[in-house]
C-alpha cells in the first residue's frame, strides 16, 4: 500500500516540475489548462491541484530524507520479505540471574557478541562482550558473582516478525547492531542476525545494507 502512495506521489512531483518548466518557458500553464483555467486568478480547481501536487512534493522530500537518515542513500525499494523470512527462530538466551562468567561462557560458545537476556520469556535487555568488559572487568568486579540482569543495556532496539526486512536491516545500519532481537508483544521470538541476512540476500541493495552494518 505504501509503495503505491510513493509512486503515485512521484508522479504528481514530476507533473508538477514539468509544469512549472513550461510556465518558466513562456509557454502555458498545463494545470490550469486542464482544470479549465489559462492564466490570471486560479480557481478553485486549479488551486486544489497545486496544493496536492505541493503536498505530494514535501512527501516525497520526508521520504527521501528519512532514508537518508537510516541508511545514508535514498529510500530504496521494498525486497517484499519480511523479518520472519530471515530470523533465526528459537535463539540462545541467557537470565538476569545467570553469572557474567557463565554467560561469557555462551558467547563464546554460540560464537556471537551479544546475547538476549529474558525473564519468562520475556525480553529485558541484551547483554554484549562490550558490557562485559566496560562494565565488569574495567570496573574490576568478579565475572563469577555479578548477575548479568546488572550489566546487560537495557535500552535496546528491536523488531517485529511482520516488519519489513528492509525497515530493520536500515535500524541495523543505523545503530551499527549485528543482532537484532525479534519480539511479539514483549516476548522473544527470534534473532535477526546479520551472518542471516547476508547467506539470503542477494547481491544488491539488501547486500549493500549488510556491509554498512559491519562499518
Known amino acids: 500500500m505504501l509503495g503505491n502512495v510513493d509512486r503515485a506521489m512521484r508522479a504528481l512531483l514530476i507533473v508538477g516540475g514539468l509544469n512549472w518548466l513550461m510556465v518558466a518557458a513562456g509557454k502555458f500553464d ?22 496536492v501536487i505541493g503536498g505530494s512534493a514535501l512527501y516525497t522530500l520526508s521520504r527521501w530524507i528519512q532514508g537518508e537518515a537510516f541508511s545514508g542513500q535514498g529510500a530504496t525499494r521494498s525486497t517484499g520479505r519480511q523479518v520472519r523470512d530471515v530470523m533465526t527462530s528459537n535463539p540462545r538466551t541467557t537470565e538476569a540471574t545467570t553469572s557474567v562468567a557463565d554467560a561469557a561462557r555462551l558467547l563464546r560458545e554460540e560464537d556471537v557478541g551479544a546475547l538476549p537476556v529474558v525473564e519468562e520469556g520475556r525480553l529485558i535487555g541484551m547483554l554484549t562482550d562490550r558490557d562485559i568488559v566496560v562494565r565488569v572487568l574495567a570496573e574490576g568486579k568478579d565475572p563469577q558473582s555479578t548477575p548479568v540482569g546488572e550489566i546487560a543495556s537495557r535500552e535496546i532496539e528491536s523488531a517485529a516478525p511482520e516488519q519489513e526486512l528492509d525497515q530493520a536491516l536500515r535500524l541495523m545500519a543505523h545503530r551499527q547492531v549485528r543482532r537484532l532481537p525479534v519480539v511479539e508483544g514483549e516476548r522473544l521470538v527470534g534473532i535477526l542476525a546479520q551472518a542471516d541476512v547476508a547467506e539470503t540476500a542477494p547481491a544488491d541493495r539488501t547486500g549493500e545494507m549488510v556491509e554498512r552494518i559491519s562499518r
Not at 494545470?31 to 486549479?46: C, D, E, Q, W
Request: charged content about 15%.
Open 30 to 51: 498545463l494545470v490550469a489548462v486542464l482544470t479549465g483555467r489559462r492564466f490570471g486568478n486560479p480557481g478553485i480547481a486549479t488551486r486544489t491541484v497545486y496544493g
